[in-house]
């Protein structure tokens, strides 16, 4: 089916350790985002992308990186994982803002 | 200031009944959008519904409406003859202006609860 994949579904870090989070989509959108959702908590914006080799800030970008090498893919890394980071991350994808976001089904980290 | 306000942690509704759910905004842009989002327990974000600040109408999507006054700078969400399936976290959401990227703010959310 069309739409966002994410993974991995779940994972547990040790304090220190480094991982990349997955995210592709084949609807070609051009707008891209990683946010995080802890419990009990709206969403907030890690990164964002625009389009392939172009990415910003959001509200919430220390401790993560991410690049924009294809259309479809927008990884997030996690460097030095921190248990503040323990957190559900989503990766949405966006044509046009009317329609809103396309989700991906998260991805649950647990920093120990 | 938060940007986007959800005074109700949480909500019961009796089945069949219409309940709605509190969203107020803050922006000084005249051009804005308004989103609701439903989280069930499995976790996936679903869009329900849009409401653009230039809209003359309320939003209507099946069952769910946007109950929009811009002078009060309020969104709210009407789910009208609830369902079990509705049993759900609520999320308002604003995108402001023209700017790149068309970055979507969330509130803190409601958690629905419907009675059967």
């Known amino acids: 089916n069309a739409g966002v994949t994410q993974t991995p579904k779940f994972r547990i870090l040790k304090i220190g350790q480094s991982m990349t989070l997955q995210c592709a989509q084949d609807m070609n959108h051009n707008y891209m985002y990683w946010y995080r959702q802890d419990p009990g908590m709206g969403l907030k914006l890690i990164y964002y992308s625009v389009g392939a080799g172009i990415t910003d800030k959001g509200e919430v970008p220390n401790g993560y990186n991410v690049s924009r090498s294809t259309t479809e893919d927008f990884p997030l890394r996690l460097e030095l994982a921190a248990p503040s980071q323990t957190s559900v991350y989503f990766c949405a994808s966006s044509y046009a803002i009317l329609y809103g976001y396309t989700f991906g089904s998260g991805t649950r980290l647990t920093v120990v | 200031a938060q940007k986007i306000t959800q005074t109700q942690p949480g909500m019961f509704v009796q089945e069949k009944e219409a309940v709605t759910l509190d969203c107020t905004y803050d922006t000084s842009d005249p051009s804005y959008g308004l989103f609701w989002y439903k989280q069930p327990s499995s976790g996936e974000m679903i869009f329900l519904i849009y409401?653009?600040?230039?809209?003359?109408q309320n939003a209507t999507e099946g069952r769910y409406s946007l109950n929009f006054q811009k002078a009060r700078k309020s969104a709210n969400l009407v789910i009208s003859a609830s369902q079990l399936g509705d049993s759900a976290m609520y999320f308002c959401a604003m995108r402001e202006g023209k700017s790149s990227g068309d970055k979507l703010t969330f509130g803190t959310g409601t958690r629905l609860a419907v009675r059967p």
């Open positions: 409401q653009g600040s230039y809209d003359q």
